[in-house]
């Protein structure tokens, strides 16, 4: 939650100007400064990498998760917020009869006398983002809207005081999953109350009542836009209720002006032509549909390399094409999965016999990082077009003169994929749900426990290999 004094400035508009909610509004930015503000490469030492205590380097590794290189998409979505927001208040400047009028009577029952300023119009947007799950759809949406404030908080305004007390610059709620609007309501209310940092609000008991109810409170907040998530929840059944939550919807555009964004997976966006007799409202300020990274898209090399450089094993492992081919087919060209896969492939093997990354040490990463992820149709199914990816800032890369090779012995460790050979049957270990039914005599070893030679038990029932190269039949 970021919630902000006003400071003023300028706006560009003539018809903006002399308007507190836009004039409190983050000054327009150049592209190149706002991805300053959306990026973060955390430092990188090579000092860190060459240190003696593996438990030292493996701390470090957190700081892979903390890496952030926003997508050309970001420039598109962060203009649309932008212009969306700054369109919706320039209807309802707070200094001006209009929204005095606006602010006292209910929507659909404002008096005949007309302001001086003339009756108010609305000019809320409707922003459209689509994309399969994990492509980082609410990322970005996050991201984009992290660079505003929550709530700026006003006093007086160029000397003159304000009524207005706090501005609600933008809030993010979930569909409700059986599309119901008194489900959508009371998460409204609820998110602006804690917003707002206020008791919560006892929802009215009819849902006219509680639309009304809601209204109003949208109104004297002054929401900037709203964010629904999950709009793939909205699924058109012959009861109705669909419609209803869309038309609902549709009047918070219409009627109140508030901008809305949403936010889903497919097919939401047929689901919208179908059902929804605006559907160009549901468009009218941005409309993009998110992919994953194909592998051979300047955006995956550009991400891969700067995420690459965040390496804290003893010896440094160049990026090949079989390691980008590798960790692009685990990911599927997703970048928090591919994160999240190259950070615990190094955790596996900091302090093992050999810190070298292979393909083998991808997918035993993998396996740990992603175990459910990759077993669902939508990862199966995540094979996109290409999006593009500007480059980021270039980090410091470890010398190529690479110092002879730190060996540990931590062979005792069965989870770290030292061995290529071993590798795919410790990485099925790793993702399996069903260990107990694979062991096939579970009272084993306290079995041996009990007799002279427990060892020579223990050989006979293969399970102590003294050359498990050759009784496993791996040829080198």
């Given at each position: ?50 240190h003696?205590?593996p ?10 998760e ?11 979505c ?54 399969e ?46 599309s119901s ?7 409204i209310?609820?998110?602006?109350d ?36 999950e ?18 919807l ?32 549901a ?108 480059k ?14 730190k060996?540990?012995?931590k062979?005792g460790?069965?989870t770290k ?56 039949g791996?040829?080198?």
């Amino acid at each position: 939650m970021r919630i902000e004094s006003a400071i003023y400035q300028d706006a560009i508009l003539p018809e903006h100007q002399g308007n507190p909610l836009i004039e409190a509004l983050p000054i327009k930015q150049t592209w190149e400064n706002v991805m300053e503000v959306f990026s973060n490469y955390p430092e990188y030492s090579e000092e860190i990498a060459d240190h003696p205590d593996p438990l030292v380097r493996d701390e470090y590794l957190n700081r892979i998760e903390e890496i952030r290189q926003p997508l050309t998409d970001y420039e598109a979505c962060f203009r649309a917020v932008e212009r969306a927001i700054k369109k919706g208040y320039s209807a309802k400047n707070p200094l001006s009869p209009t929204t005095a009028q606006y602010l006292h009577y209910l929507i659909d029952e404002r008096p005949e006398i007309e302001p001086r300023t003339g009756y108010f119009q609305p000019k809320g947007d409707g922003l459209t983002l689509i994309g399969e799950s994990g492509v980082g759809k609410t990322s970005m949406v996050e991201q984009v809207l992290s660079y505003f404030p929550n709530v700026i908080e006003h006093e007086s305004y160029r000397g003159q005081e304000l009524e207005l007390r706090k501005q609600v610059v933008w809030i993010k709620v979930d569909c409700p999953s059986n599309s119901s609007v008194r489900d959508l309501c009371e998460e409204i209310l609820s998110t602006l109350d804690l917003t707002l940092d206020r008791e919560k609000t006892k929802p009215a008991g009819t849902i006219g009542a509680l639309i009304r109810q809601l209204e109003q409170c949208m109104k004297s907040s002054f929401i900037g836009m709203l964010v629904i998530d999950e709009m793939q929840n909205l699924k058109f059944q012959r009861t109705g209720g669909e419609n209803n939550l869309l038309r609902f919807l549709h009047r918070l555009m219409n009627k109140l002006g508030v901008p809305l964004f949403f936010v889903a997976n497919p097919p939401f966006d047929q689901s919208l032509v179908k059902e929804l007799k605006a559907a160009r409202r549901a468009e009218s300020g941005y409309h993009h549909t998110m992919s994953i990274l194909e592998r051979d898209s300047v955006s995956w090399n550009a991400f891969i390399e700067q995420l690459w450089q965040y390496q804290w094993t003893n010896i440094y492992t160049e990026l090949t094409k079989e390691l980008n081919d590798a960790l692009h087919s685990l990911s599927v060209g997703n970048i928090d999965m591919a994160s999240r896969t190259y950070r615990e492939a190094q955790r596996l093997i900091i302090g093992a016999y050999d810190e070298r990354i292979t393909p083998a040490t991808l997918e035993a990463g993998n396996a740990v990082a992603c175990g459910l992820s990759r077993q669902t149709e939508e990862v199966n199914e995540l094979k996109g077009a290409i999006v593009s990816l500007p480059k980021g800032k270039q980090r410091r890369t470890r010398s190529k003169e690479q110092p002879e090779l730190k060996i540990v012995d931590k062979t005792g460790d069965i989870t770290k994929p030292q061995h290529p050979e071993f590798a795919s049957k410790l990485i099925e270990l790793v993702g399996a749900v069903d260990l107990m039914g694979r062991i096939k005599d579970p009272d084993l070893f306290q079995q041996a426990a009990g007799l002279e030679d427990p060892m020579h038990y223990l050989r006979s029932r293969s399970i102590v290999l003294d050359d498990p190269l050759s009784e496993l039949g791996y040829s080198l």
